[in-house]
């Protein structure tokens, strides 16, 4: 290169600290409840205290005359309101959907299902008049496990779901091949698995504030928000019939999400009506009982499996039977998450001739299950990994060589699982199986194992190993959409690029962050692609007002599908600057060369053009290439090929007390493979975060319903988030296996480190206790559970 | 400093935050929380849970950190207080704050304010903690997104800086790229690891 172009100083690839982080580190940011606005009134939903019963009566005569109070609504009041959509319903069969109205009208499913709203002059009034409502019920049966629920007599939630069925949806290979392959195995392995549900637990729990204003006819929603172009779109069109021009939703700042906001909620469009009709803004912040009791939980999947292999160890079959709880209605995604997300990747990471997958989605009066940080994977991945360890314990081969044996190999990319998941893009799974291993220890580890179980110590040993692939940045519209697998849109994503007069830069980006970093992430893409400085460079989001549509944040799709949509836009830019440039140096467009912000004519790097001037020229636009228009600046609608499917191993110890069933991990190991990494402290920091979510379902969490519908775990008291004592120290590592999906052969990260780790704890504490017997324990591996196991396994 | 009703029903409470003086007469029953929030707008305390779990809501009280959901505003009658706004001095973030910033502590930043409120108070106690030590002081406190660990390492950056020592560089960098060698992937040298384990089985 010419002597005058300096060595471009590339961001990518670098660990930029948080352009995000200051307003956070000093109690600067703007999160939901931070929201004041002049005349700001106060929302306090009252909830159902039973989970199944008639509305016989309300009285809300009291509350209406309690001091502070402005308003009181019920059901009947929004009985012209839509109920909330189910957007995403399993494909190609029938869905028996049910889904909530904004408040209950004639009957309570779950324990707090919304019944009545009191707007007051302050939170502590509003709560105060919640007293004042006098409701009569007529209490019903409940029914909180998805595998009572099918049975005959099970009480009934919905007319239009007999036996509190939602969908019944198969995959793969017919039964009866599957069946053949099975009874033909030289191995063959059952085990019933329970994945059990989870709270996702967002720091920040949600919220919403709704402005009418009626001059203009404007509605303003600002909302703990994964979506706001979504929760507009769905607001506006499908549970109000507002015009979509005249409501704006925001995103402020959104306190940890994790899928619980990807979701329409009633609070949304409630605000938005109660200001209407109140004339004054109107707040609604959850508390986090109520959090708990009626935000969105996750997973709670019964599953059989059946498994077939040779006696080495290669699987010839694999049938997965699930039953799929779904709470008391249908939530925005939840039929699609059970099925498309989940039954498609049940092959893992495995060559397997023969798989048919089963899914019925169930009613039960519980709150409504949805994606939680990696949905429908972190469960179908939990299933062939544990299938894999079985087939271990079947066939005496080492669990490390069983998926040795069985990967898919370099070779056969893209590769086609057969059970309706699109092609594996890109994948290497040998090396970051040998890497995890090699990090943990393997060998000694196997060595040690041994000899503490012939010396017969207190501490039992046990290793994990997980090796998992996962599907994000989920896409195209074709294949995931109404034709194809039933969701109900696109996912495509869109970026706005514009070069100022001043040669400073906007980005708006349908994408936007809950935590991610996503500021400082597409900045470092748009320096490097664009040659201006990483300072001129503002990324803006969040905004439907603003910013050009986009689906949200979520499926790992912020890089891959909304990131390549502004590397797009860079590159029409450059094009544009490059056509501009030409007419300024009086040269052939062809034979411009655009480098790190400087444009020139090949050959005579002296004369050069910087984006700055080429951008000035471009606004004052006094002598511009005839038929050029004025501005720089370019949009994108991105749509992608394929999705992304990230993979990797992660390696796990444990500990397990001999006397108590104390489980401590002594050594966590996790090599991943997202690809080309843009910044590596914030995927380093997406891992440590979803290691952490992974490894809290096999030691911790589980959300625990009484057989009469109360939510045993409705705080945090109760529902155990890990402390920091209670997490180990994550070793990472990573493999580069580029995708070319997008250009710049990224892959997501967002969810697979959840993806990953909860098998290989699983499978740690079974291994630390296998030889006393034990083939499979239920999560979470609190120290109860596993003694009972000791106890019961060593018999 | 005793209270004294004014009107009826509500409390006269004096107390300063971060260096100025207030004066309000509130209701008897008003959460602290509610008190710094609402009344004084300092938003940048947060409420994360109900049942004093999360410390999304700590600040400091005549130097002690409290949970500022689980005390009437009354309570604080007469209080030198510290919210997460008083804790940069003219615009310099302090060694805390640094410490987040630089070992990427951080991600949605709902439960920053009160980590970084409950870490530095327990620095002052505890000036050269142990990781086993910072992590049980932190678990008042709790993170979703980032595993702790790097919050770990935004305490011991603190620590370090707050001791004189040398500034460690995080694996955050400014765009001056002064330290390349920031993410510490390879564990250290394992391949004795398992026979290490073995001397430490009864632990």
Known sequence: ?795 | MATTMTAPGRVAVRMKVNGVEYAADVEPRLLLVSFLRDNLGLTGTHIGCDTSQCGACVIHLDGEPVKSCTLLTAQANGAELTTIEGVAKNGEYDAMQMGFWEMHGLQCGYCTPGMIMTANAFLDRNPDPTEAEIRHALEGNLCRCTGYQNIVKAVQYAAKQRSGGAMEPGPGTDLDFEHKDVIEHAPEDLQDWGDQLAGQEER
Not at chain 1, 332 to 338: I, K, L, Q, R
Not at chain 1, 664 to 674: A, F, M, P, Q, S
Not at chain 1, 742 to 766: D, H, L
């Open chain 1, 1 to 795: 290169m010419a002597a005058t172009i300096e060595a471009p100083e590339l961001l990518v690839g670098q660990p930029i600290r948080r352009r995000e982080d200051p307003k956070l580190m000093t109690g600067s940011g703007n999160f939901l409840d931070d929201i004041r606005l002049p005349g700001m009134s106060y929302a306090a939903i009252l909830r159902s205290p039973a989970a199944h019963a008639r509305i016989t009566g309300i009285d809300t005569t009291k509350a209406r005359n309690m001091p502070g109070v402005i308003g009181v609504f019920t059901g009947e009041d929004l009985a012209d309101v839509n109920p909330l959509p189910c957007a995403w319903q399993a494909a190609g069969v029938e869905n028996n959907v049910a889904t909530p109205h904004l408040l209950a009208l004639g009957e309570v499913r779950q324990v707090g299902d919304p019944i009545a709203v009191v707007v007051a002059e302050s939170v502590y009034q509003a709560n105060d008049a919640l007293e004042g409502i006098e409701v009569d019920f007529e209490e019903l049966e409940a029914v909180v496990d998805s595998r009572e629920a099918v049975k005959p007599g099970a009480p009934q939630l919905h007319e239009n779901a007999p036996n509190n069925i939602v969908m019944h949806w198969t995959c793969g290979a017919d039964a009866e091949t599957v069946d053949k392959a099975l009874a033909g195995a030289e191995v063959r392995v059952s085990q019933s698995v329970a994945n059990q549900r989870l709270i996702p637990t967002a720091m920040e729990p949600r919220g919403s504030v709704g402005l009418y204003e009626p001059a203009t006819q404007e509605y303003t929603l600002w909302a703990t928000s994964q979506a706001p172009h979504v929760h507009k779109l769905v607001v506006a069109a499908f549970v109000l019939g507002i015009p979509e021009q005249k409501i704006r939703v925001i995103a402020p700042d959104v306190g940890g999400g994790f899928g619980s906001k990807i979701f329409v909620y009633f609070d949304m469009p409630l605000v938005l009506w109660l200001s209407k009709a109140l004339g004054r803004p109107v707040k609604f912040f959850e508390d986090r009982t109520e959090n708990y009791l009626h935000t969105t939980h996750g997973r709670d999947h019964h599953t059989d499996i059946e498994i077939g292999a040779t006696k080495d160890g290669k699987i010839t079959a694999l049938k997965v039977s699930t039953l799929a709880n779904l709470g008391a209605y249908l939530s925005t995604v939840a039929p699609g998450v059970a099925t498309t997300l989940y039954g498609r990747m049940v092959a893992g990471c495995y060559k397997i001739p023969n798989i048919h997958v089963d899914v019925k989605g169930v009613y039960t009066n519980t709150a409504m299950v949805d994606a939680y940080r990696g949905a429908g994977r972190p469960e179908a991945t939990f299933v062939i990994e544990r299938a894999c360890d079985l087939v271990a314990d079947a066939t005496g081969v080492d669990p490390a060589e069983v998926r040795r044996r069985n990967f898919i190999q370099p070779a056969d990319f893209p590769y086609d699982t057969g059970i309706g998941m699109l092609p594996y893009d890109s994948g290497n799974y040998v090396p970051a199986l040998d890497l995890a291993l090699q990090h943990a220890g393997y060998a000694s580890l196997l060595e040690q194992q041994a000899a503490r179980r012939a010396n017969g110590g207190r501490k039992l040993l046990g290793i994990g190993v997980s090796s998992y692939v996962e599907e994000c940045g989920i896409a195209p519209s074709k294949w995931i959409g109404l034709s194809g697998e039933g969701w109900g849109a696109g996912l495509w994503e869109s970026a706005d690029v514009r070069v100022y007069l001043t040669g400073k830069v906007s980005v708006t980006s349908g994408s936007l962050p809950h935590g991610q970093g996503h500021e400082t992430t597409f900045a470092q893409i748009v320096a490097d692609r664009l040659g201006v400085p990483y300072d001129d460079i503002e990324i803006e989001h969040s905004d439907t007002k603003g910013t050009p549509f986009g689906f949200g944040s979520y499926g790992s799709r912020s890089l891959t599908v909304g990131g390549t949509a502004i590397y797009k836009s860079v590159d029409k830019v450059v094009e544009k600057a490059k056509l501009l440039a030409a007419h300024m140096l009086e040269a052939a467009p062809e034979d411009i060369v655009y480098e790190n912000g400087k444009a020139w004519v090949k050959g005579s790097p002296d004369a050069v053009k910087t984006i700055q001037d080429i951008a000035l020229q471009a606004h004052v636009a006094y002598d511009l290439p005839s038929g050029m228009e004025p501005g720089l600046e370019a949009v994108t609608y991105y749509d992608p090929p394929n999705c992304t499917f990230p993979f990797g191993t992660h390696v796990c110890v444990v500990e397990v007390d001999r006397d108590t069933g104390n489980v401590e991990i002594i050594k966590y190991v996790g090599v991943d493979d997202v690809g080309n990494v843009i910044n590596p402290m914030i995927v380093d920091g997406q891992f440590h975060g979803g290691i952490a979510q992974g490894i809290a379902q096999a030691l911790y969490e589980g959300a625990v319903y009484a057989d009469n519908g109360e939510l045993i775990t409705a705080t945090m008291n109760d529902y155990a988030i890990p402390k920091a004592s209670m997490l180990p120290t994550y070793e990472l590592d990573r493999t580069v296996t580029t995708t070319d999906v997008n250009p710049m052969g990224a892959k997501g990260a967002g969810e697979a480190g959840t993806i990953g780790s909860t098998p290989a704890v699983a499978n740690a504490v079974v291994d630390a206790l296998s030889h006393l017997g034990v083939k499979h324990l239920d999560m979470p591996y609190t120290p109860e559970r596993v003694w009972r196991a000791m106890q019961n396994g060593n018999a």
